[in-house]
């Protein structure tokens, strides 16, 4: 999955009634959810203001029948006094991780570290009773011509407001990113009739877009649109997501053939939060997928001054700088990237190929030579860089033992300089028989 954060927000549920759940319940909501059904076809309740806020406030306490006794972080302790005795429960690991599942009849409960974490209902009394809740405010509303429920219309939004945005964090939780994509833009449906821009919500709705489009591609434009949305009215990242938000966007846009933006999302990101590291490192990848060198140079030397160990980005920079023409920065590059990690193959298969391809100029320049003295002076020295490029190669063959490439420039070698090394000349016979030559 992506590596990104995302900040939950401190909300709880509002609390009903703290009685244990049971099928009761559902029937009695079922049965008045239907009463309701035939009065909204009657002449004259359904032209009744109250008909409208009975229904809003039934279709509310569906949705709450099963998790209005929930929060996020609820030990399993308090579990029992909402729900007495799972039918049972499960301890199962995911990712690493230990977690309890505490099933019942409508509902399953997943604790990580005795804290409740997220829930799945097995059983609804209907299927988006928030949706149904929010159609019957609007209608009560549009039939109230003094605007007497005006207030109590107001305050069933703002109810249904807090209903989903745990509704979100949970399916965020769960891993149901689509879900939680069309959440959000519920939420933010829901803001506009209170007459507040919820900018947050456009972000957490791109976020979930951009989780879902791992195995949905055509998510990525709802990523670009609702997070450039957040950003035109104002969005404010805190803590340590501040810059977050271009990450996303520089991706986003990538994936949707715009690298012009790509740039100048990762760019404007970068000059307000420089601290927001990934920043530096789209820019860098940015520069070095169109081999504009100097350019991703500049950024892996800053990315390297705060993070002087990281063996992948020394590497790159030994990559950059040999691709430039600076030999001995980029071979000196190579060396902190082995000291940083010693088990690190590449450094030692792209050192030894920078040794390698100046043997091979030295070669053309002993070719070069017209007399048989200068050409055998040359070559000695030719020798010397491909005898430097072996060990090298041996070591990378020795961390990575079924790289065929690696043991394929090591059969040429050995050939090459068998007459030098005679010890060469069975590692060649080996090498040879390994594949098949």
Request: hydrophobic share 40%.
């Amino acid at each position: 999955m992506k590596q990104i954060a995302l900040l939950m927000a401190a909300v709880f549920f509002l609390g009903v009634s703290c009685f244990a759940q049971n099928e009761s319940k559902f029937k009695s909501l079922k049965d008045n959810i239907a009463k309701s059904d035939a009065a909204t076809q009657d002449a004259k309740k359904s032209i009744n203001p109250k008909t409208w806020m009975d229904r809003g406030k039934l279709f509310q306490d569906a949705y709450n029948a099963n998790v209005g006794y929930l929060r996020f972080g609820m030990p399993t302790t308090e579990a029992p006094l909402y729900f007495k005795e799972p039918k049972q429960a499960l301890t199962v690991e995911e990712a690493g991780e230990a977690k309890e599942i505490y099933e019942y009849s409508q509902i399953k409960l997943h604790f990580a570290g005795g804290l409740l974490k997220s829930w799945e209902e097995t059983e609804t009394v209907v299927n988006n009773p928030l949706a149904d809740a929010v159609s019957a405010y609007q209608k009560a509303a549009s039939l109230d011509e003094k605007g007497k429920n005006a207030k109590k219309i107001g305050e069933a939004y703002k109810a249904i407001a807090i209903d989903l945005e745990n509704k979100f964090f949970n399916e965020i939780a769960l891993v149901k990113y689509k879900d939680a994509y069309n959440t959000a833009l519920q939420r933010i449906d829901v803001s506009k009739l209170t007459g507040v821009a919820d900018t947050s919500y456009y972000f957490y709705a791109g976020y979930a877009a951009y989780a879902q489009s791992e195995i949905d591609s055509s998510m990525w434009q709802q990523t670009v649109d609702n997070l450039e949305k957040a950003l035109s009215l104002g969005y404010k990242e805190i803590g340590d997501s501040k810059g977050q938000i271009y990450d996303i966007l520089y991706i986003a846009y990538i994936k949707i053939g715009d690298p012009e933006k790509a740039l100048k999302s990762a760019q404007t990101g970068f000059e307000k939060y420089p601290d927001y590291e990934r920043l530096m490192y789209d820019l860098i990848n940015y520069y070095l997928s169109r081999q504009e060198n100097e350019q991703a140079l500049n950024y892996l030397d800053r990315a390297v001054a705060k993070d002087p160990q990281n063996a992948n980005l020394l590497f790159a920079k030994g990559k950059v700088l040999d691709e430039l023409g600076e030999r001995e920065k980029s071979l000196a590059a190579y060396d902190e990237a082995i000291a940083a990690n010693p088990k690190y193959f590449e450094p030692y298969f792209n050192k030894a190929v920078v040794y390698y391809n100046n043997a091979i100029k030295l070669m053309d320049d002993a070719n070069a030579e017209k007399t048989t003295a200068g050409f055998e002076a040359k070559k000695d020295i030719a020798d010397e860089e491909f005898q430097r490029a072996v060990p090298l190669l041996e070591k990378a063959l020795e961390i990575n033992p079924d790289e065929a490439a690696t043991m394929e420039t090591l059969r040429i070698l050995y050939y090459r300089l068998k007459t030098k090394y005679p010890e060469y000349e069975a590692k060649y016979e080996d090498f040879s028989k390994k594949l098949g030559k």
